[in-house]
């Protein structure tokens, strides 16, 4: 898996900081609005050429791992 910082960056000069795919300025929260929608990876992919298939597979990897961790309590006090 890519180093998380070759995925996602997060800098108050673009989108006041919002999470972005790193080298654009997609939001990573699109990504999960196109999967709620039942919008595949390759559409998503399509609508947003700067964002690579390594960086959606590794979004999605990281997600895996933080939410079948044994600290997910940690994750429910973080989005309460």
């Given at each position: ?11 108050t000069d673009v989108l ?46 990281v997600a895996n791992k ?15």
């Amino acid at each position: 898996m890519e180093s998380l910082k070759n995925i996602i960056s997060a800098n108050t000069d673009v989108l006041g900081g919002l999470p972005v795919f790193t080298g654009t300025r997609v939001p990573v929260e699109t990504l999960f609005f196109h999967i709620e929608k039942g919008i595949t990876i390759d559409e998503f992919l399509e609508d947003f050429p700067s964002v690579s298939k390594i960086q959606v597979v590794s979004v999605l990897e990281v997600a895996n791992k933080l939410l079948t961790s044994d600290h997910i309590d940690k994750i429910y006090e973080i989005a309460s």
